[in-house]
């Protein structure tokens, strides 16, 4: 059964940084997509941020040049450096991957930016 786990969610105040992961677990099959989502508080979710198997990014206008998004192929891992945090990036953040065409998600990890 694929699982997805995040982990460094936390508060942190404005301007500070976080580094969130996300593991995968549970497939014998690579991960093809994967990315970044979030839900701030009483709104819908959101795009974060993806990145394809090769590598190619996209990003939210939010967060660009602000947030970097990586993966480890090998290690079947997926991350998402958060800098130069702001209040209106408060929200629970969940990783997303995609195998065989089907979106796995995890549970979501809270992010708060006190101000």
């Known amino acids: 059964q694929v699982q997805l786990v995040e982990s460094g969610g936390g508060l942190v105040q404005v301007g500070g940084s976080l580094r969130l992961s996300c593991a995968v677990s549970?497939?014998?099959?690579?991960?093809?997509?994967a990315g970044w989502y979030r839900q701030p508080p009483g709104k819908q979710r959101e795009l974060v941020a993806t990145?394809?198997?090769?590598?190619?990014?996209n990003y939210a206008d939010s967060v660009k040049g602000r947030f970097t998004i990586s993966r480890d192929n090998a290690k079947n891992t997926v991350n998402l450096q958060m800098n130069s945090l702001k209040p209106e990036d408060t929200a629970v953040y969940y990783c997303n991957a995609v195998i065989l065409a089907t979106n796995y998600w995890g549970k979501g990890a809270l992010v708060t930016v006190s101000s």
């Open positions: 990145i394809s198997r090769g590598g190619d990014t």
């Open positions: 549970g497939s014998m099959f690579r991960i093809n997509g």
